[in-house]
């Protein structure tokens, strides 16, 4: 008879807590810490289906975090010869936690994975396909490249602020004011070399972005996204680089049975506290996927523009190619949104009104992905 044996795994890059439990004994047991090497993962499987009588069926655990899937896929991939292994990534935020939690440890934590394990209170992280990883991956260091632009930028108007230089033009970063700083001379050379690499680094970064960007429009071409990632473009706010992440962030859409799982899963749901007939709810949960949340609240902010029916140039280019329903749909979509945007913007704030319009946005692209468009 085959006995279903349960292990949490607490992975760090220096080491790997485990733990084994099982629905009969309700108890941990062989809890060590080894080396983070599959081989020593190997060793531990192997002696322990040998101490239990070998017929063992292991079911692997652990928190997404550090290690991504390279774990998941050298215990999937393995070729187990005297028992059966298998591996789940357990999403943290749909874990169990307790305030009364007040030590923390690596023997606790994994020992916590695997009574999750036992009893399923848990929820089980996507894991893409190696093509979707790897172009998560690239998009991701593209946002990267993004952020240290942006801090460069803060960087120079902080310097020139700290030494009585002041833009009087409109907006900063129009080709006005980048020729403003580029006129700039100090009396001191060291600043005013400071002040060049500076401006040098911007230029460099900026023409690494379009160069990146135009990566990315090319992976959107491939016939694997193409379609999906046309079919997003007809959302105000949603360009290729949006829509390309949203594809393979989440890959299967259908996985989420309702539009407001979507969103519960992009943590843009309200979080609640109620009792009897006590309701409070509060912000947003924050929980899963962050940087598509991110994503989402940034396209948002284009709800704030135009009027309503209202179609840019780059809207309406955006949508050639797609089907009249699909269009309508968005076209639906995008004024409801900017109905939503002024109406809560009249008698709230602004960010309020962006995750608001985000949060619906999410149903609708759902809607769009799984073809639930009438």
């Known amino acids: 008879m085959t006995s279903i044996i349960y292990i949490g795994m607490d992975v760090h890059t220096t080491n790997y807590t485990i733990c084994a439990f099982t629905m009969e004994g309700q108890k941990a047991f062989a809890q060590t810490t080894i080396n983070p090497e599959f081989g020593e993962l190997e060793k531990y499987l192997t002696t322990l289906n040998t101490q239990l009588g070998g017929s063992c069926h292991f ?31 357990l ?9 009364k939690d007040a030590v923390k440890t690596d023997k606790r934590d994994a020992k916590k994975i ?24 690239y998009i991701r260091m593209r946002d990267d490249a993004q952020k240290l632009l942006k801090q460069t930028k803060q960087q120079i108007i902080a310097l ?70 046309r079919k997003l473009g007809c959302f105000k706010g949603i360009a290729i680089h949006t829509a390309l992440s949203c594809v393979v962030e989440i890959g299967d859409f259908k996985r989420f049975p309702s539009a407001q799982q979507f969103s519960a899963f992009l943590g843009l749901v309200p979080t609640e506290h109620s009792s009897g007939d006590s309701q409070h ?26 009027s309503v029916g209202q179609k840019s140039k780059a809207l309406r280019k955006r ?55 009438t």
């Open 281 to 306: 709810r509060g912000g947003i949960t924050k929980a899963g996927n962050s940087h598509l949340r991110r994503l989402l609240i940034e396209s948002a902010s284009a709800f704030n523009k135009g």
């Open 91 to 99: 999403a943290p935020t749909t874990m169990p936690r307790s305030s």
């Open 114 to 137: 695997a009574q999750c394990l036992t009893y399923g209170t848990y929820s089980k992280v996507y894991i893409p396909t190696d093509e979707d990883n790897a172009v998560k991956e």
């Open 160 to 229: 020139c602020t700290r030494h009585g230089c002041y833009f009087e033009g409109r907006a900063n970063w129009t080709q006005t004011h980048i020729a403003w700083l580029r006129s700039l001379r100090f009396p001191q050379a060291v600043l005013q070399e400071a002040l060049d690499e500076y401006l040098t680094t911007c230029t460099q970064l900026s023409e690494k972005l379009e160069r990146l960007d135009r990566r990315i429009a090319e992976m959107a071409q491939n016939d694997r996204y193409a379609e999906k990632v």
């Open 59 to 89: 079911v692997c655990g652990y928190e997404a975090g550090c290690l991504g899937y390279s774990l998941y896929h050298q215990i999937m991939k393995h070729n187990w010869k005297s028992f059966e292994a298998e591996c789940i990534i």
């Open 319 to 373: 949508q050639e190619g797609n089907t009249c329903e699909t269009i309508a749909y968005a076209d639906r979509a995008n004024e409801r949104l900017r109905r939503k945007y002024l109406r809560i913007t009249f008698r709230s704030k602004a960010n309020i009104a962006k995750t608001a319009v985000a949060r619906e946005l999410s149903c609708f692209i759902w809607g769009m992905m799984t073809g639930n468009i």
